[in-house]
T-cell receptor, first 115, second 112 residues
Framework: GAVVSQHPSWVICKSGTSVKIECRSL??????MFWYRQFPKQSLMLMAT?????????EQGVEKDKFLINHASLTLSTLTVTSAHPEDSSFYIC???????????FGPGTRLTVL | KQEVTQIPAALSVPEGENLVLNCSFT??????LQWFRQDPGKGLTSLLL?????REQTSGRLNASLDKSSGRSTLYIAASQPGDSATYLC???????????FGAGTQVVVTP
């Protein structure tokens, strides 16, 4: 089946630092990737849609200068949380849509803790 | 705006019983509907995807039905096992890129 990986699986950082999270589609090409954020006991909240080779489209209320998204290839998208603060602590999940298909496959998530 | 609702929010059944999970959506003009499973602290696992032209989709003990006219989908899990304990989410795309609108999920506990 289609596999999406995320790295790192968890990260702890100090307030003010930047953290980069990678999302890779391992065995398929993904023209579109999505980044979600999930708070405890809540459903996923879409942050942005990332299309290969173009700028990401951010959802309302999501700061594009704080959450930098790059989708440089058909198998890799990155989310950089810049100048992270404790309120950015959350579970970040990416998904990838198979090129030419409808189904989305999700990564295992990255737990970010900002001290 | 598409809204997706899942009822019940939580469900506990003894092992061996069949599970019935409901998902409703307000805009029937959907491309497809996808069911996912999420274990605590993990990402989502895709279970089934039903295209808008299909009425049901089956995979092993799982069967999902789709009734677009009434805006409903049901996920059936036959002969539940403790390993089926998880949160089940349904989602529909809201644009051609595939941006998903999720329901809040149904938390399932299957007791041995």
């Amino acid at each position: 089946g289609a596999v999406v990986s995320q790295h790192p699986s968890w990260v702890i950082c100090k307030s003010g630092t930047s953290v980069k999270i990678e999302c890779r589609s391992l065995d398929f090409q993904a023209t579109t990737m999505f980044w979600y954020r999930q708070f405890p006991k809540q459903s996923l909240m879409l942050m942005a849609t990332s299309n290969e080779g173009s700028k990401a489209t951010y959802e309302q209320g999501v700061e594009k200068d704080k959450f930098l998204i790059n989708h440089a290839s058909l198998t890799l998208s990155t989310l950089t949380v810049t100048s992270a603060h404790p309120e950015d602590s959350s579970f970040y999940i990416c998904s990838a849509r198979i090129a030419g298909g409808n189904e989305q496959f999700f990564g295992p998530g990255t737990r970010l803790t900002v001290l | 705006k598409q809204e997706v609702t899942q009822i019940p929010a939580a469900l506990s059944v003894p092992e061996g019983e069949n599970l019935v999970l409901n998902c409703s959506f307000t805009d029937s003009a959907i491309y497809n509907l996808q069911w996912f499973r999420q274990d605590p602290g993990k990402g989502l696992t895709s279970l089934l995807l039903i295209q808008s032209s299909q009425r049901e989709q089956t995979s092993g003990r799982l069967n999902a039905s789709l009734d677009k006219s009434s805006g409903r989908s049901t996920l059936y899990i036959a002969a539940s096992q403790p390993g089926d304990s998880a949160t089940y989410l349904c989602a529909v795309p809201t644009d051609s890129w595939g941006k998903l609108q999720f329901g809040a999920g149904t938390q399932v506990v299957v007791t041995p």
